[in-house]
């Protein structure tokens, strides 16, 4: 009978070697070319356990005005996400800490608080805003492009992990898309109402010209 | 000939009675469930012609202190685009005119100029800003999620068409994001670096609160 | 405190850099590898605005039988909309003009009427006919894969500008794809129910053969 | 250690009952509202193996004039396929028989030929002809929403089974679509260079007005 | 001025008003219909950012003979993940706890450790095993539909989250699909090869029958 | 009129042109790079009908102890199916054959019987499982990600064509899973609750090793 089962053996080796395996998962050869749908796909032979495992053990320096640190594990850290649709990051918020107004454009969040208390909101289309006091254990999910944000909301030292609805779920922080860059400062004071001392003032904190 | 050819009309007829033409569309029934994907479809027997136009053709009101305005053309004031990952929107920009700060959560947007002369921007997840004076004639397309905006560039009014991704892109404009509502002052100045005084003028002229 | 601000510049900066903003846009790189969701994404260092912005402001040539002009603005001329789900075209309709019947394989059509009355129709799975006259300013969705037309409906010339679900909709028109081709007559009379006559002279004018 | 095992067994019952299997499938109710992505689920409770089998067994009737005979099994004849992303058909084609030109408008099918011979085409946007005759055991896949067909290629009955990349492909043929409804003789005629009489006898044959 | 600007506010709220935040959101109604994308959406107006908001703080009960719980979060738990293509759970494992072998049907999951140690691997379709020992802060991602486990691997008390990649990512446990239900012993013998006597003896301890 | 006829071939085709198919299909560049949406496309000017056509038509070797074959048209050997949402495949089960238990970890199956009888199953995440004989012309459909198998229910060959909702459907054959590869002994009885002699004994059976 062991004879006749290698057959099989063989049979399906035969079979499941030539449907390669380039559909179970895709980890990200970050050389390759990119395409609308994420990265190229590294051959199978050179993908290793290693490709799909990442750490977020080691916290970020908060030792900036923030007080705060963002780690991601987005494909172009973490090849092994690439085609997966998830992805995480890992948050630091010293006391005092911020994670400034944001959204991502591409993917929901799923925020779970690991240490420490976390105030954290955001607002809808329609202006309303979601607000909560989150502890350890808790979780809120941030719907797909919408303004929100992390406070620490305690006198100790916060860690969170969020989530991501894809690899590569982008993240655009306000205060820089509007004063770290070379928007001439009346056109940010016509889209957004802040006058000229303001935008100024802050341009120059953040590295922008113009 | 003629006999045998109905016979053809009534056999199709059956088998394509039978498959209804809910693949085809889906007029949203706005009365009905709405689930992640969309609204509800409207019975494909009450559905017409009527359900698949809209008329933008009618200037918005611009007598206001942004001197544009947007009318909308989603799938909840045009139904028959529900489902069909496609919408319109008409803005209207009269001399100093302006679009402010916003995104689209869930589209991205390509603009079409039909007069006047439009300075429109967006800035990407890098900070970087692509800026370009837009003339008659000319598209530009905002990718999804990222903050974005239209500026009149010219002393006489502007008309563009803004059509998106999707039959329900979302709106949030940043302005009334921060100060429209009742997000407490403190909280806006952590996360956003404005001082106080900002916002909480600019909470006033908006109708936030807190 | 600007020194410490500095220093959020440079997490972020740093955070930013690592996490490539491919999810932002992918603007096609018209020489790369293509796959079933577009075009390979050019290098984002060599992406400028002019990559977001295409003119549809000239008229396209519409001294031909069928007094009418396409001019596309697809991914393919367009390379900013690759991978955004989104495209436009131009029509021009001299007096008399034609689009005639096409079916646009992989994508919904929202067409805006600039100028002119332009009589418009579709027709759905089950056989109905959806038709509007439709004047400046109005819209009209043409649901994914039906065949529809355009035609001039009145003595002046009509522009109008149709959006797409995608960034590459496909165009098959249908006199073109029976008659333009080498698709044997015997074959085109079999499944149309076309005489030889008729299926042979439009062959001939339309540069077809077989 | 049988009775311990009992409580894993109760554990993930209760776990598995909070977590419905809505995800695992969603056989169609009929009867519920529709949306753009289907039909509603019936209740889990309800459904039964049946639901999930469907027979394609028996031959359509060929005793007309186009000899063929086309038995559907999308998500409203066959509820078990809802949401799943497939469905399939039976053709019939007596000898002679012929599936006049159609489209599928939402839909790749995928051709499966079990007794006979069938010469099957298709004609792509460029309007290049991709023609086959099939054997036995032949496939051929029809690309999204292009123009094709399948025609008897021998002298006895063939029955070939298409399957979709949809619950519900559609089918819009295109006789049917100009001819067999109230689509305006002159309107045809404007947007396919088809002459009046053609027209009016396509019309008169196969039901149409106009 | 500020009586203009009370203006716009009016003009937008309007705007945004009848543009309804559909898009945003869409948290379950667990009594409405169901469909093949989620839940349908609760009314706006009922929407609190309690609806956004889970507690995955407590531990699950591990007094069971895998000394091990899950917690779900999925969209029938957390109606605030509907439509938004991400969940999460929490694992609790004792020591000697083990998840055993299991799939998610419509999911990819990334596992995050918060305590203690797991020993976790998957099988790709072409039988290649990922093996890995993960500590407090690793993630490991495992990708859709694939069989895969987790073990503490340690002497305390383990916990994990894992996030999916799907508002209702499914969970299908081997042993509960083989024996814990009235599929007959000779077809799970057919069809896994294991003997008669194992068979019998995990269905009478999972509560099987046949 | 001819030659102004002509001026419309000029015309269309220059468009044509310009707007490539890429969108029409992608037939399998099996040299190019892989991404998540699959594999690259085949450069049009080299696409022929040959890449769209595929022989299921002879009988794959049984003569093995399953005394089964599957032979799979998915895109790695039926490179016309890549980027269209559909494959096949078929299967050949002689007297006494089985298709051991399986799972698709990215598609949904529909299998079509078209010789013999099959007794054919899955198991949904509830456990519940469902079980049905089919004969020649039924169908049935296998939910994404779920358990199933297929066993010939009479004395003689049965032939099966499985469809699936994706090109590369992948294929997880459970007992090569687990005891086909280096997957250690021990964690094959904790995480599936075998005792050591059956693990072993597989293990030597399909060539595992640990």
């Known amino acids: 009978m062991k004879l006749k089962m290698l057959q099989i053996f063989f049979l399906f080796s035969l079979l499941l070697f030539s449907s390669s395996h380039a559909l179970d998962f895709c980890v990200a050869d970050l050389k390759g070319p990119i395409g609308p749908s994420g990265y190229s796909c590294k051959i199978p032979a050179k993908v290793t356990v290693e490709d799909f495992v990442f750490s977020l053990g080691k916290a970020g320096n908060t030792s900036n005005i923030i007080k705060a640190a963002v780690t991601p594990a987005f494909a172009a850290q973490f090849p092994g996400v690439n085609g997966l649709g998830i992805s995480m990051a890992r948050l630091d918020l010293a006391p005092g800490g911020v994670i400034p107004m944001h959204t991502h454009p591409g993917a929901s969040e ?101």
């Open 110 to 210: 799923l925020l779970l608080v690991v240490q420490g208390s976390i105030l954290a909101g955001f607002i809808s289309s329609d202006n309303s805003v979601y607000l909560k006091t989150l502890k350890k254990g808790d979780i809120m999910v941030f719907p797909q492009g919408l303004l929100h944000f992390q406070i620490n909301a305690k006198g100790k030292t916060a860690i969170a992990f969020p989530s991501f609805s894809s690899p590569d779920p982008g993240l655009q922080i306000l205060d820089f898309a509007l004063f770290a860059n070379n928007l001439p400062s009346v056109i940010v004071e016509k889209t957004t109402f802040l006058d000229d001392a303001t935008v100024k003032a802050l341009k120059a904190v953040l590295g922008g010209t113009g």
